[in-house]
C-alpha cells in the first residue's frame, strides 16, 4: 500500500457519488440538446441554434415575448394577432389607443406597472410599448440574471466535487489543474459570452467554445478518475 494511506477512491461512496454526478451532467447535456438542436430545423446543434434561442427568431422584444414567455397572459389568439398586426404595420399610435392599450390593461399591466410583479419594465404608455418594439430580441435580464445565478452555482459546485475527486486521483499534477482549469474558464466562457451576444450575435462563437471546453474536460476528469479508481494505489506506483 502507497505510504501506508487509504486511496479515498477506492471506496464505494466516493465511486457511487462520482458516478451520479456524471450521469447528471450528461442528462444535462441531454436537455440542453434536446431543447436547442431544433432551432435553425437541423438536427445538429450549432452556432444558429445558439443565436435563434437567444433572440426566440423574432425581429424585436415584444415579439419574442407575447410568442415566448409572455404568451400564457394573452386572453386569445385574437390579441396575440392584433399586437402582431400593429407592429407590421409600423407601430402606429392611432392604432394603439384603439386596440392595443385595451389589452395592455387587460393582460399586461398588473405586472408591467411601478410596483408590479415586472416594474423593471413598465408598458403603461405607448412610448415604452414601442421601446420594444424598436429593442433587439434577447433575454430580458432579471430572466438571464437568474438562470446564470442558478447555473454559475449549480454547475460551479458540480465542478468542484467532481475535481475535488479527480485530484485524489493518481494523474500528473499538472493535468489535474489543467483539466479542472480548462472546465471553470469554460464555464465562464460560455456566461460571459452569452452576455456578450446582446452586444453582437457572433458571440454565440464564444458560447459553443467555452461549452465544449467545460464539457470535454468535465467529462474527461469523471472518466479518468473512475478508471484510476477501479485500481489500487499500489498498483499505480511503477
Ligand atoms: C404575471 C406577471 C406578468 C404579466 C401579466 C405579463 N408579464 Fe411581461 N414580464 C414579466 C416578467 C417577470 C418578465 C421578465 C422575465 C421574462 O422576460 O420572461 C417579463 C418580461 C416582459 C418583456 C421583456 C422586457 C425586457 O426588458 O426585456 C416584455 C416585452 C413583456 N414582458 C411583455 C408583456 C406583455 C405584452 C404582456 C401582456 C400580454 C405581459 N408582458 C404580461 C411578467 C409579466
Given at each position: 500500500m502507497l505510504d501506508g494511506k487509504a486511496n479515498h477512491l477506492t471506496s464505494l461512496p466516493a465511486k457511487l457519488l462520482l458516478t451520479i454526478l456524471m450521469v447528471g451532467f450528461l442528462l444535462g447535456e441531454a436537455l440542453l440538446w434536446k431543447t436547442m438542436h431544433l432551432a435553425d430545423g437541423r438536427p445538429a446543434l450549432s452556432v444558429r441554434d445558439l443565436q435563434i434561442s437567444f433572440t426566440?427568431?423574432?425581429?424585436?422584444q415584444l415579439e419574442n415575448k407575447i410568442y415566448g414567455t409572455?404568451?400564457?397572459?394573452?386572453?386569445?389568439v385574437k390579441a396575440l394577432d392584433e399586437i402582431h398586426e400593429w407592429i407590421v404595420h409600423g407601430a402606429t399610435k392611432s392604432e394603439f389607443d384603439h386596440s392595443i392599450m385595451p389589452i395592455l390593461k387587460n393582460s399586461c399591466m398588473g405586472c408591467h406597472?411601478?410596483?408590479?410583479?415586472?416594474?423593471?419594465?413598465?408598458?403603461?404608455?405607448y412610448e415604452q410599448l414601442l421601446e420594444m418594439v424598436n429593442h433587439p430580441p434577447a433575454p430580458s435580464l432579471p430572466e438571464q440574471l437568474n438562470f446564470t445565478k442558478i447555473h454559475i452555482v449549480t454547475i460551479g459546485l458540480l465542478l468542484f466535487v467532481i475535481s475535488y475527486l479527480f485530484f485524489q486521483a493518481d494523474v500528473p499534477c499538472w493535468c489535474k489543474y489543467l483539466l479542472s482549469a480548462t472546465a471553470y474558464g469554460g464555464l465562464l466562457i460560455d456566461f460571459a459570452s452569452w452576455w456578450a451576444m446582446h452586444w453582437s450575435l457572433e458571440f454565440a462563437y464564444g458560447r459553443a467554445l467555452g461549452h465544449a471546453l467545460l464539457a470535454l474536460s468535465t467529462l474527461s476528469m469523471g472518466i479518468i478518475t473512475l478508471i484510476k479508481s477501479g485500481r489500487h494505489p499500489s498498483q499505480a506506483v511503477s
Open positions: 426566440g427568431g423574432y425581429d424585436n409572455m404568451r400564457p397572459y394573452l386572453p386569445s406597472r411601478h410596483g408590479g410583479k415586472a416594474s423593471f419594465r413598465p408598458l403603461t404608455n
